[in-house]
């Protein structure tokens, strides 16, 4: 089978063997396991990916296997668009570090894939919380590290203007994780706060 990938208006037509793809199935099952999880999807926590949201999750994953030339992991994220997503004609990848700005290209004849409304932050949170809550509230106020273009970043969401602030960018992963607990910690502690 075949997946039309564009990546920088360069087109690559990855031809996955069906017995591959037979062989991907338990790898595909386990990446639904995963994504029914959540996932970080840039800078926004899904916590529960759609279809849409899934296609573009296995597009980055394809897009970092095409940067570092691992062609097992770019089999294995085209078995999984291929099987699970199959009106799915090409998929033009986002390289600035935005995966929800993938492409999807459907073929002709099928219907798009019906994308699930993704969650929006809630109301500002009161100070005051148990250490619990407070945990799981920083959670979801603090994003995971992500990578944009070469750099590093994480996002924290500020409830008074209603919108996503991001961090400085960061040249290396663990530079970024640190500074993502400082973050975290502020934001927990804000939130215990009597």
Not at 169 to 174: C, I, L, R, V, Y
């Amino acid at each position: 089978m075949i997946l039309k990938v564009i990546v920088d208006d360069q087109l690559y037509e990855l031809n996955v063997p069906e017995a591959f793809i037979q062989q991907a199935g338990d790898f595909c099952d386990q990446m639904d396991r995963d994504m029914d999880k959540g996932w970080q999807m840039s800078r926004e926590w899904v916590e529960s990916p759609g279809p849409e949201d899934r296609c573009r999750i296995a597009g980055d994953k394809l897009l970092t296997a095409l940067e570092k030339e691992n062609h097992r992991l770019g089999r294995l994220m085209a078995s999984y668009i291929l099987t699970r997503f199959p009106q799915v004609e090409s998929l033009e990848l986002d390289t600035s570090g935005e995966m929800q700005n993938t492409r999807i290209n459907l073929r002709q004849d099928d219907e798009a894939i019906q994308p699930q409304p993704r969650p929006t932050p809630m109301d500002a949170p009161t100070a005051g919380m148990d250490k619990m809550e407070a945990l799981e509230q920083a959670g979801k106020d603090v994003t995971r590290v992500f990578k944009v273009g070469r750099n590093w970043r994480f996002s924290v969401y500020d409830h008074k203007a209603g919108e996503w602030v991001d961090s400085p960018a960061a040249k290396e992963q663990e530079e970024a994780e640190r500074l993502r607990e400082r973050a975290f910690k502020i934001r927990f502690e804000e939130l215990t706060r009597h």
